[in-house]
């Protein structure tokens, strides 16, 4: 790939000029307190953030946060992200009302050498994701005022054709930032030629939001451990009964034909552990994976699987993970989660997160996010990747 990066950007001299960065600043919110659950794409974006201030740049961060609908919300207002982002930089961060408006105007122009802005939440405004290029562009215009470069950022939104991420580097001198440039050689090992043995584990809710990703790896890798809510279609399609668990009926047959393709490849749980209701204090217990209760919820892989995907894991020489092998939020359902994660830091492999609620697993059980090789802030964007897609805000940057 040809694409400009930071480092070139500041060689050229930053010093008293805007830089717009487009940051990914998406993070949990508690739905009660408003508070910040998980800061990890805050600091993800710091190194670049630093450079630059530290250069001397009047750096104006655009981002989104949530899903609202177009207009203005205040439950998805990037306020509480402004905070965190000072607190982190060690410095005040200045927050416009608006994202393109009076405010933001106001806000850029009263910018000091060094200094930060947040505008606020790109999605508050339809051109952001509309699939109107006319309106996608001319809202791309009113962003790209604020700059005189561009800088990618925001690894978790390059999947979109959205307009900060795919338009706006077409108005103005574009690099990527540090973390864009990490994620793309890190998920370029992967692509590449990995070291082998290659074992991919993979859990989450539903087969169909990664099956293009399994039918890319399946001729790639040595194993895949398959877990999570999605491995009970998997199971039926052995024939098993699966109680009440999470089940895509209409994906059956496809995960029988993926058993039937792999060559032995694909992993299963052994065991799993089954609840009478889907809530933290619900009364469980293991059972095997052939003999779910019909009227039980698999929540969790049991610890026989996580003794064998353990095994797998501890000859593997390259690893990629995406997606919780159980209701980790749940600290009864966490130990499968636990387990894998615990079992791919003691491996001597390259080891690569792939984002997305597998992030959010690894801080949330406390573990030590420097035992793994890679932590990904995007997990949609990281499992495109992976399939081969061409990602708009990466095609971007290389025109």
């Known amino acids: 790939m040809s694409i400009r990066t930071l480092d070139d950007l500041l060689a050229e001299g930053v010093s008293g000029r805007r830089v717009l960065v487009r940051a990914d600043l998406n993070v949990p919110l508690d739905k009660q307190t408003g508070e910040i659950t998980d800061d990890g794409r805050i600091r993800a974006v710091l190194p670049t953030l630093g450079a630059l201030t530290e250069a001397g740049a009047k750096v104006v961060v655009c981002a989104h946060l949530g899903r609202p609908k177009g207009a203005p919300d205040p439950q998805y207002s990037l306020r509480p992200v402004a905070g965190r982002l000072g607190e982190l930089l060690g410095a005040p961060v200045h927050v416009a009302e608006d994202t393109v408006g009076d405010s933001a105007r106001s806000t850029v122009d009263q910018l000091s050498d060094g200094q930060v802005a947040l505008l606020e939440n790109l999605r508050f405004n339809k051109g952001e994701t509309s699939k109107d290029d006319a309106e996608r562009g001319a809202f791309a215009d009113q962003l790209a005022a604020f700059g005189e470069a561009y800088v990618d950022d925001a690894f978790g939104a390059v999947h979109r054709k959205h307009a900060s991420v795919y338009d706006v ?7 990527a930032g540090r973390l864009v440039l990490r ?5 370029g090992k992967l692509t590449g030629e990995p070291e082998r043995p290659y074992v991919v584990v993979l859990g989450g809710s539903k087969v169909s939001d990664k099956l293009a990703v399994i039918e890319a790896l399946l001729p790639k890798v040595d194993r895949l451990l398959i877990g999570g809510g999605m491995c009970f279609t998997f ?12 089940l895509e009926e209409e994906m059956v047959e496809t995960c029988g034909n993926l058993l039937e393709r792999s060559g032995g490849k694909i992993m299963l749980p052994v065991d799993v552990v089954a609840a009478d209701a889907f809530a933290p204090d619900a009364a469980h217990d293991t059972v095997r994976a052939d003999g779910i209760p019909s009227h039980r919820v698999g929540l969790d892989i049991g610890p026989e699987t996580v003794a ?5 894991l501890s000859q593997a020489k390259t690893v990629f993970w995406n997606g919780p092998m159980g209701v980790f939020e749940m600290p009864a359902f966490a130990n499968g989660t636990r387990g894998v994660a615990e079992a791919i830091t003691k491996t001597d492999a390259f ?9 959010a ?5 406390g573990l030590d996010e420097s035992s793994f ?3 990904s802030t995007g997990g949609g964007a990281s499992l495109e990747y992976l399939e081969g897609k061409t990602l708009p805000g990466i095609a971007a940057l290389e025109n």
């Not at 580097?169 to 690099?175: E, F, I, K, S």
């Not at 080891?351 to 992030?359: E, H, K, N, Q």
């Not at 697993?361 to 059980?365: I, K, T």
């Open 235 to 246: 199971l039926k399609a052995q024939g098993h009964e699966v109680g009440t668990s999470l």
């Open 351 to 359: 080891t690569v997160v792939g984002g997305g609620d597998s992030a």
């Open 373 to 375: 090789g890679h932590i």
């Open 361 to 365: 697993a690894v801080r949330a059980l």
């Open 169 to 175: 580097p077409a108005r103005l001198p574009h690099v």
């Open 308 to 312: 064998g995907f353990a095994a797998a």
């Open 183 to 187: 994620e793309v050689e890190v998920l």
